[in-house]
């Protein structure tokens, strides 16, 4: 392996790392603030949410199609016909559908119901069926990536 291929693959790693490190604490932080029921802190983990898939998920995102494209490049398109690269190659996709078309909508749907809250002093019920759905859609992108995480270690 050449020093540039191990670089990239160091960089692609990286930004797996800070995508399902970023799923992760996401999901874990919502969930706090919401059992807290206080609608400041919702509002203000809302917010914070969506900052942080700026600043995380969508370099994340990024930075890992194009280092894994750079990296296929140096080896050979072929390997797009190994099972594990192929079907990491496929799920990837369908995780950034998932954020582009559900998730990052949601969140900032939840972000614009919860900061209409506070100005009520109340949360309006379509807040919680928003929370549902960026769960459920949130779970299975971050269950997605696990599995990409596991079939790119193990290469099965």
């Known amino acids: 392996m050449t020093v540039v ?3 990239i693959l160091a960089i ?3 930004s797996a790392v800070v995508l ?6 996401s999901a874990f932080w919502k969930v706090r603030a919401d059992q807290t029921s206080n609608i400041e802190t919702i509002a203000s983990t809302c917010r914070a949410l969506l900052r942080a898939d700026y600043m995380f998920t969508i370099p994340g995102i990024v930075v890992l199609w194009a280092s894994g494209m750079l990296l296929v490049a140096f080896t050979g398109w072929r390997r797009f016909e190994e099972l594990w690269l192929g079907l990491s190659f496929i799920l990837l996709i369908v995780v950034t559908v998932i954020w582009l078309a559900a998730l990052l909508p949601l969140q900032r749907r939840m972000a614009r119901l919860t900061q209409e809250g506070l100005a009520r002093g109340q ?5 919680s069926r928003t929370s549902r759905r960026w769960s459920m859609f949130g779970g299975i992108a971050t269950l997605l990536v696990v599995i990409i995480l596991f079939l790119m270690v193990l290469r099965p």
Do not use: E, V
Not at 20 to 25: A, Q, R, Y
Not at 123 to 127: K, M, Q, R, S, V
């Open 20 to 25: 399902i490190g970023n799923l992760i604490t």
């Open 5 to 7: 291929f191990q670089i």
């Open 12 to 14: 692609h790693i990286l």
């Open 123 to 127: 949360l309006d019920p379509a807040y």
